[in-house]
């Protein structure tokens, strides 16, 4: 069964501090894996997208990796901000279904 | 650029009843993509429409339905509404198929069935 994983479920981190959330998946072959944000209350934002053929990309204080051979994929995020207090959901898209796969998030809080 | 929108935002039903919620994507956009999220299960997949045909299917009952009409504008329907239908439903759009592009998510219309 094609899956995505994500941990920790909650991370709780000062202000100014960095943080890494992981993404375990199954899913294979796939096409792309993508971060989103989710702000409470409103829809997910999209963060990065890398095909598998990437290793890393970023976007202003988030950084993705990609590990294709272990199935892995992290996202950094540097000198957090209260801003960044949200969840933060992996996605794959599954090349034979064409379907996106959405892990269960990390839900960040980012406290002063 | 007007984002996606989505109406209602609240809604409150009875079990039994049907629900429609509507989806408008962002202009210029072929694909609307409609997923349900709940707390426990995260962001479930429902179904894409592209030019107004169905391009894939989650793996829900035939309750759930939807529909594209050619201004991309969707709707979504819930048939004979059940307690565990109750969740933020979210709506995305995309220039091209959901996979092979950006999705832009709309705010969500929250359901709740009693």
């Known amino acids: 069964k094609n899956q995505v994983e994500q941990s920790p479920q909650s991370l709780i981190i000062l202000e100014g501090k960095n943080c890494t959330l992981q993404?375990?998946?199954?899913?294979?072959?796939?096409?792309?894996l993508r971060w989103y944000k989710q702000d409470t209350g409103r829809g997910p934002v999209s963060l990065t997208i890398?095909?598998?053929?990437?290793n890393t990309k970023s976007n202003g204080r988030y950084t993705a990796t990609l590990d294709a051979d272990t199935k892995q994929s992290s996202l950094h995020i540097t000198a957090s901000q209260l801003s960044d207090s949200a969840s933060y959901i992996c996605v794959v898209d599954s090349y034979n279904t064409d379907k996106l796969i959405f892990g269960t998030g990390t839900r960040l809080q980012v406290f002063p | 650029k007007a984002g996606v929108t989505q109406t209602p935002r609240y809604l409150i039903k009875t079990r039994g009843q049907q629900v429609t919620l509507s989806c408008s994507p962002i202009s210029g956009h072929r694909s609307v993509s409609w997923y349900q999220q709940t707390p426990g299960q995260g962001l479930q997949f429902l179904f894409e429409y592209f030019s107004e045909t169905q391009r894939n299917k989650g793996n829900f009952p035939g309750r759930f339905s939807g529909r594209q009409f050619s201004n991309s504008r969707s709707e979504m329907n819930v048939s004979t509404l059940e307690l565990g239908d109750s969740a933020l439903y979210l709506c995305a759009s995309s220039s091209r198929l959901a996979g092979a592009d950006t999705q832009y998510f709309g705010p969500g219309t929250r359901l709740t069935v009693l």
């Open positions: 890398m095909t598998f053929s990437e």
């Open positions: 993404c375990n998946y199954t899913v294979s072959p796939f096409s792309n």
